[in-house]
Structure formats: structure tokens, C-alpha cells
């Protein structure tokens, strides 16, 4: 069974930096693209960043382009998301989500975590 | 960056009645591998989104049979034949033809 556990999310100041981890379990982590996608409370999905599943193809939504950096570590099963500069409009849950393909397009995202809440504010 | 207006943005449904809600594309979603980016979720409340139908008209495996998914291009549709209690929460269209990815704006479905 598909698992993906979220963490790293909290109460941080406008400005400052926060780092999410996602530790995945029961499949080829290293097989497949990973993503974040994150969710205002009430509101709509927002694909926020993917990686490819050797790292040599990223993208990124235009509103955390030069803020956001997602990498992954296929030894240790784990995908992050480093947040600079946040901002109160990145206050969302933000999930981990398995890519059906290698690639970060050309699929669906097929297991999504229970997802971490970060709050930007003062 | 790729488009996707859903509507209705909510539906009142009596069970055992149809359902029907559309997404329409900016830009065709159709590959030149020949395959249709186009996928629908469905996330209840409390809950993680979860995939009905991928590719326009494919049934994730698990997926009830009463929901089906159609259209071509730009242009698509989840039908729900008749509705359960269950189907309750909000649907999603998405497109995974190229980053950035991106959602619809959602339709809420609750029953009357």
C-alpha cells in the first residue's frame, strides 16, 4: 500500500524560510515523479511543484517560481520542498502526491498524503 | 498556463438522480502521442482528493461504474448516472498535459 507522510509544516513568519519533507513508502519511489500540491482551507487545489524521478526535470507554478525549490533523495525515499520568502498567501495544506509516470506531465497523480499545514503570518 | 473553468460550481442532487459537470480547457489537451491529458477527482470532506477517471473516459480501478467520464480537445465531462450519498464532496478537473499543472476551480455536489 501506497503511503506518503508529510511534515515539516508550522506557524512561520512572513519573510522566513520552512522546509517540507515527504517520506514515502510501499512502491519504487525512484520509478516515479513526485509533486506538491497545496489547498487553502475551503478552497481549491493548487499544483505547486514536481520533479521527474532522477531529478533532471523540475516545474513549478508561476506564483513560487524563484521562492520554492523541490528536490528528492531516491536513497532515502523522500521528497522536500525548500519555501523561502514566504508569504501569508502560501498559508495552505500542502500535500505530497505520487505521480503515475516517471515524468512530471504526461500523467496523473495517483496517492496523495494526509497533507502538512503551513501558516505564514506575523 | 493551461486553463480549466468547471461548472457548475455547485449541484443540489436528489439521490438516484444524474449528475453532470464540465470543464473546459484554453488549450486542447489532446497529445501527439495520441493520449488525452484530462483527469477528474473527487476529494470528500476531511479527505485527500482521489482519482475517478483518467485520460477523459478511463475508470481508476476501484471507481463505481455509475461514474463516466467523455469529451475531446477541450471541451469534457464526469457524469454520475445516479447519485449516492456517498458521492457527496467536491470535484476536480485537471490537466497533466504540461507544467504547470493545474485544476479546475471545483464543483461542489451535496445532496438534497
Known amino acids: 500500500e501506497v503511503q506518503l507522510v508529510e511534515s515539516g509544516g508550522g506557524l512561520v513568519q512572513p519573510g522566513r524560510s520552512l522546509r517540507l519533507s515527504c517520506v514515502a513508502s510501499g512502491f519504487t519511489f525512484d520509478n516515479f515523479a513526485m509533486h506538491w500540491v497545496r489547498q487553502v482551507p475551503g478552497q481549491g487545489l493548487e499544483w505547486v511543484s514536481g520533479?521527474?524521478?532522477?531529478?533532471?526535470?523540475?516545474g513549478y507554478a508561476d506564483s513560487v517560481k524563484g521562492r520554492f525549490t523541490i528536490s528528492r533523495d531516491n536513497a532515502k525515499n523522500s521528497l522536500y520542498l525548500q519555501m523561502d520568502s514566504l508569504r501569508p498567501e502560501d498559508t495552505a495544506l500542502y500535500y505530497c502526491v505520487k505521480g503515475r509516470t516517471p515524468l512530471v506531465a504526461s500523467g496523473y497523480l495517483d496517492s496523495w498524503g494526509q497533507g502538512t499545514l503551513v501558516i505564514v503570518s506575523s | 498556463d493551461i486553463v480549466l473553468t468547471q461548472t457548475p460550481l455547485s449541484l443540489s442532487v436528489t439521490p438516484g438522480q444524474p449528475a453532470s459537470i464540465s470543464c473546459k480547457s484554453s488549450?486542447?489537451?489532446?497529445?501527439?502521442?495520441?493520449?488525452?491529458?484530462l483527469y477528474w477527482y473527487l476529494q470528500k470532506p476531511g479527505q485527500p482528493p482521489h482519482l475517478l477517471i483518467y485520460?477523459?473516459?478511463n475508470r481508476f480501478p476501484g471507481v463505481a461504474g455509475r461514474f463516466s467520464g467523455g469529451g475531446s480537445g477541450t471541451d469534457f465531462t464526469l457524469k454520475i448516472s445516479r447519485v449516492e450519498a456517498d458521492d457527496v464532496g467536491v470535484y476536480y478537473c485537471?490537466?497533466?498535459?504540461?507544467?504547470?499543472?493545474?485544476f479546475g476551480g471545483g464543483t461542489k455536489v451535496e445532496i438534497k
Open positions: 485537471m490537466q497533466g498535459i504540461q507544467p504547470p499543472l493545474t
Open positions: 520533479i521527474n524521478w532522477i531529478s533532471s526535470g523540475r
Open positions: 485520460e477523459v473516459s
Open positions: 488549450q486542447s489537451l489532446l497529445h501527439s502521442d495520441g493520449k488525452t491529458y
